[in-house]
């Protein structure tokens, strides 16, 4: 029996890991995938306080050692299912908890355009820090209006020879800042109230094509770099925890969810700001919380 | 273990094992560092499969021979052929099942 299963090892899931394992409780922490989250994609984290700049991946890594330093347990299954008794199914087995705490973040949402399945690693990326030096001196999009996409064209334009940066709408949800420095850029071209409809290419991607105000443009890429959000996961947990429309799950006070023992933080639960900033204040409060609880 | 391997040996060690699994990543690459404990695990569990990690800085034979355009990408051989190119991020589950 564990004092607290936490599903997911990202900022949220291990901030709360590092708060439990400090408060002396016996820890287990699932990952499906790997450790670290969405912030892995990031090039660059400026928006931290006291951390000037670093990059997700290192901040990631930082914090993953310091949790597994701290003696806490990390088992890469899957969680399948979990029961209001706090057991907890994976891929490989049964495990109970006293407490739960849901931080299964988010993935990247796709454009769920024919190819685009096909040609993930022929010129369909959802990670531009990881792919971007492959295309030195090619053309490519990226796909997006938050601040994700921004980066990703800020970083992408001192690599590649060209990027479009193709956005629905005729404003952007990311940081003006960020927006500043790509007007800067001379080899970044903006297609506002655009939308990818079509990707080309057989073995990779050649071309594709964009509406705009019902006219359709055919542009010429090596790649496309999808950033237009992230969708959660917690599909699983349906039968027993209250999930909104969109799949996020409903939080009176931003940590509670509607089963007791059962918490939630970071990016799976809905709220206004999804940041690193906020999943790790997520993390702290539902550990603090369920230990508080646990021992009433 | 994962051993790190260049791009000169991999003819060789696909060549003299049943199976090999060889991860690509950078140290550029956030992802393929974060997946490093995942792939860890899973050599620690298959014993019987080789495994090993190239940096793709340093190794324009094979990804060029095997057009590396993302990473991370966990290349399967069976028999000195290639099986499986699994591109981005998996599970580990998932990973199993096409390793296996």
């Known amino acids: ?296 | 273990m994962v051993k790190e391997i260049k791009d000169t040996e991999y003819k060789s060690i696909i060549k003299d094992n049943k199976k090999v699994v060889i991860d690509c990543y950078a140290n550029w690459c956030g992802p393929c560092k974060m997946l490093a404990p995942v792939v860890d695990a899973l050599s620690e569990e298959l014993k019987d499969i080789v495994f090993c990690k190239v940096n793709v800085d340093e190794a324009e034979v094979i990804t060029g021979e095997y057009e590396i355009m993302s990473i991370p990408t966990l290349l399967i051989f069976e028999d000195g052929i290639l099986k499986e190119k699994v591109v981005g991020l998996k599970s580990k589950s998932e990973l199993e099942e096409i390793i296996k």
């Open chain 1, 1 to 296: 029996m564990y004092d607290i299963i936490i599903v997911g090892a990202g900022p949220a899931g291990l901030t709360a890991a590092l708060y439990a394992a400090r408060a002396n409780k016996k820890v287990l922490v699932f990952e499906a995938k790997s450790p670290g989250g969405q912030i892995i994609n990031a090039h660059l984290v400026t928006n931290y306080p006291g951390v000037k700049s670093m990059s997700g991946s290192e901040f990631a890594e930082n914090l993953y050692n310091q949790v597994i330093d701290l003696g806490v347990e990390i088992k890469f299954e899957t969680v399948l299912s979990i029961d209001e008794d706090k057991n907890v199914i994976t891929n490989k087995d049964t495990y109970k908890a006293k407490s739960i705490i849901l931080a299964t973040g988010a993935d990247n949402r796709k454009l769920n355009i024919e190819n685009e399945d096909k040609l993930v690693g022929k010129g369909i990326s959802y990670c531009a820090t990881c792919d971007g030096n492959f295309y030195k001196n090619k053309v490519v999009a990226v796909v997006g209006g938050g601040n994700v996409a921004l980066e990703d064209v800020l970083y992408l334009s001192d690599i590649v020879s060209k990027v479009y940066l193709i956005h629905r709408r005729d404003s952007f949800k990311g940081s003006e800042l960020t927006l500043k420095e790509i007007e800067k850029k001379d080899n970044v071209e903006i297609l506002y109230n655009s939308t990818v409809t079509k990707i080309n290419g057989v073995d990779k991607v050649e071309s594709i094509v964009i509406n705009n105000n019902e006219q359709d443009q055919t542009i010429k890429i090596d790649c496309l770099f999808v950033a237009i959000g992230q969708e959660p996961k917690n599909i699983v947990f349906k039968n027993v925890i209250d999930i909104d429309e969109k799949g996020f799950i409903n939080t009176k006070d931003g940590v509670h969810t509607n089963i007791e023992g059962i918490y939630v933080a970071g990016d799976a639960r809905n709220k206004l700001l999804k940041q690193l900033t906020t999943a790790v204040s997520d993390g702290s409060i539902a550990a603090t919380v369920a230990i508080k609880e646990m021992e009433k």
